[in-house]
């Protein structure tokens, strides 16, 4: 019989299930672990899934077993949930829409990481009040290392990025994956051109380092760090900041200062769980909150 605890989240009544499933079996993280991580993480998680349709990874049986990418509200979602109807070109169903869920408050994060949706993933881009699509108001380079290639690498081409962008007046926010990479944010006001421009920066970085590829063919990624500027597309979507990963531990997409990417020298150094991240934001508050403005 399924265990449902009923609680009551900033006013919504929610029906919790399955609380001490373990979803992280290497160190027996329950889902009522992730369920409190992201309560306890909202605070600096909300501003940056503020008008951003939601894209959920959904892992019922833990890391270790199936999962699904869901984009469309589920069918019980409550009323309550803000959702937006927009386009979905290419959709691998194919729906001419999709209805997203926006998570912009604590009874929806709740709701979601009750459906074991471990791991958010969000565009660079938000909808208005009226659910319109507004610009990208963020640029992002994915940073992926290929073996033997690490984080240590990505540090490197990320503080080349950092005066590459810096010299086109823009400044940029470091970040993990919360797996072996890591990300750059930009805050961006110029227009929809942010692909445009991250494949042109990307080129010229792969020209000038011959440690940098731009290329995402597997075979050209050996021992070099990879600038995925393709995330760029309105289509698609990165890991939000704070979000859990479905790693071997619980560990969690973490921003990080400019210090910390200079002095990194092995990859241990830049591996945060959900413990460290809470300690972390204890500390520090937001280290991106710059992008929330």
Same mark, same amino acid.
Request: charged fraction near 25%.
């Given at each position: ?48 899934? =503020? ?5 959920? =990874?959904?892992?019922?049986?833990? #890391?270790?077993?199936? !999962?699904? !990418?869901? =984009?469309?509200? &589920? ?13 979905? &070109? ?19 994060? #709740? ?124 289509? =698609? ?23 910390? #990417? ?14 460290? #991240? ?16």
């Amino acid at each position: 019989m399924t265990e449902k605890v009923r609680v009551k989240v900033e006013g919504r009544l929610l029906v919790l299930t399955n609380l001490d499933k373990v979803l992280y079996p290497d160190t027996a993280f329950t889902k009522a672990e992730v369920i409190d991580y992201y309560t306890r993480i909202a605070p600096v998680l909300l501003p940056h899934l =503020k008008g951003r349709p939601l894209t959920v =990874k959904r892992y019922p049986n833990g #890391v270790d077993g199936q !999962f699904f !990418f869901e =984009k469309n509200v &589920p069918e019980h979602t409550p009323d309550w949930v803000r959702t937006v109807t927009l386009p979905a &070109p290419g959709s691998t169903k194919n729906r001419e829409e999709i209805d997203f869920a926006v998570v912009e408050d604590l009874p929806t994060l #709740v709701y979601y990481a009750n459906l074991a949706a471990l791991e958010i993933h969000v565009p660079m881009w938000r909808v208005a009040k009226d659910g319109e699509p507004q610009p990208p108001d963020t640029l992002v380079f994915d940073l992926d290392p290929g073996a033997p290639a690490t984080i240590v690498d990505c540090c490197r081409v990320a503080v080349l990025l950092r005066q590459a962008l810096a010299d086109d007046g823009l400044e940029c926010h470091p970040k993990t994956s919360g797996q072996k990479g890591m990300q750059l944010y930009v805050p961006w006001d110029r227009g929809p051109g942010t692909s445009d421009y991250a494949k042109a920066l990307a080129r010229r970085m792969q020209a000038e380092h011959p440690f940098v590829t731009s290329v995402m063919a597997k075979k050209e990624r050996p021992g070099k760090v990879f600038i995925d500027w393709s995330q760029n597309n309105p289509a =698609k979507t990165t890991v939000a900041p704070y979000s859990l990963r479905a790693a071997a531990r619980p560990t969690a997409s973490t921003p990080l200062s400019w210090e910390e #990417v200079e002095a990194c020298d092995s990859p241990d150094q830049l591996v945060f769980t959900a413990s460290d #991240v809470l300690e972390r934001v204890a500390e520090h508050g937001d280290m991106f909150g710059a992008l929330t403005v």
